[in-house]
T-cell receptor, first 111, second 116 residues
């Protein structure tokens, strides 16, 4: 079945460092891909999405490109802030209403 | 602003108790979801409802049931709580997917349930 694999955390960075969180997927057909973020004490919220190959999703300085050839959707940010500390979830939808989530990666950014 | 609310942020129950977790959304969404979130396992879908009185089992429905009598409200029921149901429970809602237009899921803040 469909699945999402993302890197183990925690990822610990200093403020203004470059961030990459890896995400790869297994799916039949052409899934849509997402990154959700969960700030401390809150539910998840959509960060960005891409619905077809080579699409780039972007929001709040974060970017991810849908790479069909490598079945990947890595999350990147050029300069992280303390306020970016959160848990990040990669997810896919096989064009149904359901999402399949990765295990989540905790990001800790220190001043 | 879409709002998904959950009845409690923290709940402590005893083994064998019947537990109700309530979720309410105010955006007239057809779809509602219950997930549990555990460290190292991510989010796992327990049940999904795509309309009033309609439900579909998710990946881990055992030990749970659901009720959707009104469009805005989706309840998760633990018939006889057990310690392995200690977890964070997240509710979400969305409009149905239409063609290739995926409709974002909106999440509530979660209920952290401890079963002693």
């Amino acid at each position: 079945g469909d699945s999402v694999t993302q890197m183990e955390g925690p990822v610990t960075l200093s403020e203004e460092a470059f961030l990459t969180i890896n995400c790869t997927y297994t799916a039949t057909g052409y899934p849509s891909l997402f990154w959700y973020v969960q700030y401390p004490g809150e539910g998840l919220q959509l960060l960005l999405k891409a619905t077809k190959a080579d699409d780039k999703g972007s929001n709040k300085g974060f970017e991810a490109t849908y790479r069909k050839e490598t079945t990947s959707f890595h999350l990147e940010k050029g300069s992280v802030q303390v306020s970016d500390s959160a848990v990040y979830f990669c997810a896919l939808s096989g064009n149904t209403d359901k999402l399949i989530f990765g295990t989540g990666t905790r990001l800790q950014v220190f001043p | 602003d879409v709002k998904v609310t959950q009845s409690s942020r923290y709940l402590v129950k005893r083994t064998g108790e019947k537990v109700f977790l309530e979720c309410v959304q105010d955006m007239d969404h057809e779809n509602m979801f219950w997930y549990r979130q555990d460290p190292g396992l991510g989010l796992r879908l327990i049940y999904f409802s795509y309309d009033v009185k309609m439900k579909e089992k998710g990946d881990i429905p055992e030990g749970y049931s659901v009720s959707r009598e009104k469009k805005e409200r989706f309840s998760l029921i633990l018939e006889s709580a057990s310690t392995n149901q200690t977890s964070m429970y997240l509710c979400a809602s969305s409009f149905p997917t239409s063609g290739r237009t995926y409709n974002e899921q909106f999440f509530g803040p979660g209920t952290r349930l401890t079963v002693l």
